[in-house]
């Protein structure tokens, strides 16, 4: 199982929005495939997904989250 | 130059083309994944693309080479075989990291490994591998210097000032341009006219070329000649090494200003993929083998992560430690020490020129690693601006004492580096003024390499520099607070030629860059004064009490010190007596000196010609007033540099430098 928490891009951020979850709960998802985007004052990232496997949101779209925030798990 | 391909190349070295890439190619991802999963948090500058320069460079180097990279410099760091587990723990901030966890991504140092230094500031590190060179050269060692550095560095001046000073000298260094199409967020042509960039070095009379910087062995190829002609004697060369960089300048960097097709086209011409396909493909390497070799490195990055992130953070006791040499607490204050005495015995009079003189002289006699750098001091050129080096390079060569270009950064780039590489150097700033124009060398560098490195590098030097007199805004500034607000470096300001012999062969001895300060007003107007003959040290960090008295304490340093005496005997026509506390050295302050003497007289007055406003007088009186508070009859007055630029005209230049009279004035209000 491989935990997905939100990233931290660049020293002064804090927090994020997530913007898009790219992948559907419980579908399936292959590593370096995009995983889901999100939004800050500097930045707009599109993050890959960092392993292979079944993804479970702990994150909707529209919210705003601390960096390492635990987003998702792929199992 | 021929062009090196796959057929000019063995079968081994292609194969470690292959794994030295893969190894870039898979620490750069494997550091991205951690970041884009929040597993990691620090700030990174990625590699993806530029996999070829970093294999190709280290593959031409020997184990006894040096590396000097940028903040971008994984791909130099990975590729050189550097242990991963240190640097993975110095990305992370980690006790177990290179320096341990005190320098991050952007200060990698691993010397014993053929790193020497990675620099954050653009353009800084040619200066600086020209002095290891320069040190390579003198002691013999047969080393070659590479230093990387990115397209975007060719803009600035400390790259021209290296490239010359470095052909100058026929240093053997290599000068890696990774040219990948960006500097940060700006294309090429949008900060340069020049359509190659290899074209500069031809204006500095050294060979330039380019190559494909996508490819290993075109890499490898261009850099092993360079290396070669660098390992004859032969001078320096530019490599300009052209690739794509196919991720943001930093991590997390959205790339809106990248045209998002040619980024496309260039990731699916991705240089790791396109070199494995090319060993499969002509049989150097089957699928399986080259998997294996993948399945290797992955497994070594696996490791090294999983104990960098279960390491430690350094511990509160590491926070002052390799600041200084002798210290691991604060070392902006001397510890206190008993008094060393100026010795008895025979003297000669002498001013403070050649007081100096004499010193670099029995210094330079007793120890081969001095070197003397500078704008004019060889005797070709008139032995010094004011003779304070005359005669030296007649006696000792002119490889020990160097005239240079008019190129101060270039100056203290090349001592510093000399410095982590062995040599003693002695630069000369010539007027303080110019402190400014070698700011970055001293204050990023010099005073920092033994930090950045985890006190693995020093850069023990003496820089010397003048404060002028009359000689306007640009020649006649004291700027010493702003050496003193830099940890890592020492500050010494001698008031008499015995103090300065004394002094400068404690700053030649000492283990970590010193600030030299001569006043120019001494060295003409200061008289001959009695030396003893024989050679001898004063500490550093050590007040001297240059007149006693009971009813208020002076504290002063350098050229005012002088006013201070004569203030006193003004004074003392009056019945007050004055303690006159001569400080010698501003960084480590004494303030145990200060305060023994103001605690007899309960009044200060700080003296000093540099300007007021956030001056050392400033620190001083906050230090006292904190320590003596209560202890006070009078509040600490000030006497020192009005806030303007020093001005030309005597009349106003007077108003500006506090005289024997602002001194007595300030007394007699208190």
Redesign the interface.
């Known amino acids: 199982m491989?935990?997905?928490?939100?990233?931290?891009?660049?020293?002064a951020?804090t927090e994020a929005t997530i913007v898009a979850l790219v992948v559907a709960d419980g579908a399936h998802v292959d590593e370096g495939a995009p995983l889901y985007e999100i939004e800050t004052d500097?930045?707009?990232?599109a993050?890959?997904a960092?392993a292979s496997g079944t993804v479970r949101w702990h994150v909707s779209e529209g919210e705003v989250h601390d960096?390492?925030?635990l987003?998702a798990e792929i199992d | 130059m021929a062009t090196t391909t796959d057929a000019t190349v063995d079968r081994d070295t292609q194969i470690e083309l292959f794994r030295a890439m893969q190894r870039i190619h898979r620490a750069d991802a494997r550091v991205r994944?951690g970041?884009?999963?929040?597993?990691f948090?620090f700030?990174y500058w990625p590699v993806d693309g530029q996999e070829a320069i970093g294999a190709g460079v280290s593959l031409a180097l020997e184990d006894r080479d040096q590396v000097v990279t940028t903040y971008r410099g994984l791909g130099d760091v990975v590729g050189r075989g550097v242990e991963l587990t240190g640097y993975f723990g110095e990305l992370l901030g980690r006790s177990i990291g290179l320096s341990k966890g005190k320098a991050g991504a952007m200060g990698i140092s691993a010397p014993e490994q053929g790193i020497a230094y990675s620099t954050g500031i653009v353009g800084a590190g040619p200066l600086l591998a020209n002095g290891i060179a320069l040190a390579a050269q003198m002691l013999g060692t047969g080393q070659v210097v590479v230093v990387n550095f990115g397209d975007g560095a060719t803009s600035i001046g400390f790259v021209h000032e290296a490239m010359n000073l470095a052909a100058l000298w026929s240093l053997p260094v290599v000068f890696v341009c990774q040219n990948n199409a960006w500097a940060e967020c700006t294309p090429l042509e949008g900060y340069t006219r020049s359509e190659r960039l290899a074209d500069r070095a031809a204006g500095y009379g050294m060979p330039g070329v380019t190559v494909d910087g996508t490819d290993p062995v075109a890499v490898h190829g261009e850099v092993a000649a360079a290396v070669a002609r660098a390992r004859a004697g032969e001078g320096p060369t530019f490599v300009e090494a052209t690739a794509y960089r196919l991720q943001g300048h930093?991590?997390?960097?959205?790339q809106?200003y990248v045209d998002a097709d040619e980024l496309a086209a260039a990731r699916a011409a991705d240089p790791a993929g396109t070199y494995r396909a090319r060993l499969i493909e002509s049989g150097v390497l089957t699928e399986d083998e080259a998997s294996a070799i993948e399945a290797e490195i992955d497994a070594e990055i696996d490791q090294a992560v999983q104990a960098a992130l279960a390491a430690e953070e350094p511990p509160a006791s590491e926070l002052y430690v390799d600041v200084y040499a002798d210290r691991d607490d604060d070392g902006s204050k001397a510890v206190p020490t008993a008094a060393v005495e100026i010795p008895e015995g025979e003297t000669e009079e002498l001013g403070l020129v050649a007081a100096i003189n004499r010193t670099l002289d029995r210094a330079m006699a007793r120890d081969e690693r001095i070197v003397l750098l500078g704008e004019d001091i060889a005797d070709s050129a008139g032995g010094g601006m004011v003779k304070v080096t005359a005669g030296l390079s007649t006696k000792y060569g002119d490889d020990r004492v160097r005239n240079t270009p008019i190129a101060e950064s270039s100056i203290i780039g090349a001592a510093t580096g000399a410095a982590m590489a062995g040599l003693r150097p002695v630069p000369e700033l010539m007027f303080m003024d110019f402190l400014g124009v070698a700011l970055d060398q001293i204050a990023n560098h010099a005073a920092k390499v033994r930090y950045l490195s985890g006190g693995r590098l020093s850069a023990p030097m003496t820089i010397r520099a003048t404060v002028g007199v009359g000689a306007g805004p640009q020649h006649s500034q004291a700027l010493e607070a702003i050496a003193m607000h830099v940890p890592g470096m020492k500050v010494v300001w001698p008031s008499t030629s015995a103090d300065a012999v004394g002094l400068l062969n404690a700053c030649l001895d000492d283990d970590d860059p010193c600030l030299f300060v001569e006043s120019m007003k001494l060295y003409f107007a200061g008289g001959r004064t009695p030396v003893p003959v024989a050679d001898f040290t004063l500490p550093l960090g050590k007040v001297d009490v240059k007149r006693e008295g009971g009813d208020v304490t002076v504290v002063s340093y350098g050229t005012v010190v002088h006013d201070a005496l004569a203030a006193a005997e003004t004074l003392a026509g009056e019945g007050v007596e004055v303690e006159v506390v001569d400080l010698r050295t501003l960084v480590p302050l004494d303030l145990e000196g200060v305060l023994t003497s103001v605690r007899k007289t309960r009044r200060l007055v700080v003296a000093h010609e540099s300007v007021e406003f956030c001056g050392p007088g400033a620190e001083i009186a906050a230090s006292v007033g904190t320590e003596l508070f209560g202890e006070l009859d009078a509040p600490i007055r000030r006497v020192a540099g009005t806030y303007t630029p020093v001005p030309r005209a005597a009349s106003l230049e007077a108003l500006c430098h506090p005289g024997p009279d602002a001194i007595v004035a300030a007394v007699r209000s208190m």
């Open positions: 491989a935990e997905v928490r939100l990233p931290k891009p660049g020293d951020i500097k930045v707009e990232m993050i890959d960092p960096v390492g925030t987003v | 994944k970041l884009s999963g929040g597993e948090a700030s930093y991590f997390g960097d959205g809106g």
